[in-house]
């Protein structure tokens, strides 16, 4: 079996696309080598824009996948921690509003 390298192959569209280009911008008296030689060009460029493209999108793609791994894991980390209730502190609270009732009817009482 061979194995071909993908870097060389180039699509049909791009062909007819380079050739037309070519010939749109042939001057008088140009040969058909030269306009082949400026095709090939143009079929070069076009191939290596589109590589850049993929390479961009490629490397755009996984900041992205990046940055929500990111907060999906800040988001279970941040909502598997309970948060901690002082037991204590709310009898404290009910306790002292109590003491602090029966001072208020106790002053209110002995004024009288």
């Known amino acids: 079996m061979h194995n071909y390298s993908n870097k060389n192959k180039v699509s049909d569209k791009i062909k007819d696309d380079a050739i037309k280009i070519a010939r749109g ?4 008296g140009q040969t058909k080598e030269q306009t082949k030689l400026i095709a090939q060009g143009i079929q070069k460029g076009i ?3 589109k590589n850049q493209l993929n390479v961009k999108s490629r490397a ?5 996948k990046k ?5 999906v894991s800040n988001e279970l980390l941040t909502n598997n921690v309970p948060e ?3 037991v204590k502190s709310s009898h404290l609270a009910w306790v002292l509003l109590i003491l602090s009732w029966l001072g208020f009817a106790a002053y209110i009482a002995l004024v009288k």
């Open 25 to 28: 911008t042939q001057r008088p």
């Open 47 to 49: 191939g290596q824009y």
């Open 60 to 64: 755009l793609d996984k900041k992205q």
């Open 67 to 71: 940055a929500t791994d990111n907060n």
């Open 84 to 86: 901690p209730v002082d």
